[in-house]
Nanobody, 129 residues
Framework: QVQLVESGGGLVQAGGSLRLSCAAS????????GGWFRQAPGKEREFVAA??????????????DYADSVKGRYTISRDSAKNTVYLQMNSLKPEDTAVYYC????????????????WGQGTQVTVSS
């Protein structure tokens, strides 16, 4: 099992920035993907960003994927020593308001929710206009 704890959500004005963190514990050696999804009121949960790595290989760069709506504004990264994945969100817009969920798993297609076996509790991000 892998446990995920998110932090970093909050209220910010449009154009501002926030950084979300997702700390993993437990059997972290069993996963190769960290992802972020979001769900706005009345909408379905959607993919935001993902980062994949090769387990046990430290000299290769991670691969990343982003939703078109956040490309150029959001950056996903990880600190392997801390088992933590980050989501840096810049130039925030009111339409970015949602509950953001981190997820992890052993994935071949990180854009799909069913590729993730572990989920965090969610953190609210609210962007005011």
């Amino acid at each position: 099992q892998v446990q995920l704890v998110e932090s970093g959500g909050g209220l910010v004005q449009a154009g501002g920035s926030l950084r979300l963190s997702c700390a993993a514990s437990g059997r972290t050696f069993s996963i190769n993907t960290g992802g972020w999804f979001r769900q706005a009121p009345g909408k379905e949960r959607e993919f935001v960003a993902a980062i994949r790595w090769r387990r046990g290989i430290t000299w290769e760069a991670d691969s990343t994927d982003y939703a078109d709506s956040v490309k150029g504004r959001y950056t996903i990264s990880r600190d392997s020593a801390k088992n933590t994945v980050y989501l840096q969100m810049n130039s925030l817009k009111p339409e970015d308001t949602a509950v953001y969920y981190c997820a992890s798993g052993l994935s071949n297609n990180p854009l799909k929710m069913n590729e993730y076996g572990y989920w965090g509790q969610g953190t609210q991000v609210t962007v005011s206009s």
